[in-house]
């Protein structure tokens, strides 16, 4: 495994690349180790070099859920019953401090994701 700094946006799409091919990788493998280091280098670089801001709560959560194949039932036991599930994916109800302690916990969306709305 040979890793390079990321300089530019080549090099960056250079590491995306790389990325689609080891991504699937089991823990514990070399490929796995690789993709950790350059998830790691990609973040730094877009840090530095292009403003996302926070992501917006209920985009957070539907990513997640997208990542985990979770259903909004899976929510429940982070937001409650269907129903509140449903108003907060639906933006018409925003989370409680409670309900992003879980997420937080439970499913381990970053706290900068779930309280941008507040800002």
Known sequence: MTIKPIRDDEDLKR????LE?????????PQADERDV???LVEAY???HYDFGPADPVEAIKFRMEQEGLTPRDLEAFIGPSGRVSE???RKRP???RMIKRLHEG????????LAEAT
Do not use: C, H
């Open 15 to 18: 590491v995306f690349r790389r």
């Open 88 to 90: 907060v994916l639906n």
């Open 21 to 29: 091919r080891i991504f699937q990788a089991k823990d514990g493998t």
């Open 38 to 40: 350059l998830v790691t």
């Open 107 to 114: 499913l381990k969306i970053p706290y900068e994701s779930l």
């Open 95 to 97: 989370l409680s401090l």
């Open 46 to 48: 877009e840090n530095k």
